[in-house]
């Protein structure tokens, strides 16, 4: 999920903390979710999921 979110924040030229004041996390906690050491809780998965412009569910894609 933490590589999708990152690949997806790339291609659109956001920054970590442009993501992370628009979906409601902290910068820290959206470093830790693109290289995979935390979790998100189910709200911000679909908070960044709407900033980033994608379905949830495509966050998810390739998760184990």
């Known amino acids: 999920m ?3 979110i990152r690949r997806l924040r790339i291609e659109q030229g956001l920054t970590q903390e442009a993501l ?3 979906s409601g996390v902290t910068r820290n906690v ?3 979710v693109e290289h995979g050491r935390r979790g998100l809780l189910y709200e911000r998965l679909f908070d960044i999921a709407e900033v980033l412009g994608v379905p949830a569910a495509a ?3 390739g998760s184990d």
């Open 59 to 61: 966050l998810l894609a």
């Open 20 to 22: 992370a004041l628009e």
């Open 30 to 32: 959206l470093i830790q």
């Open 2 to 4: 933490g590589a999708t």
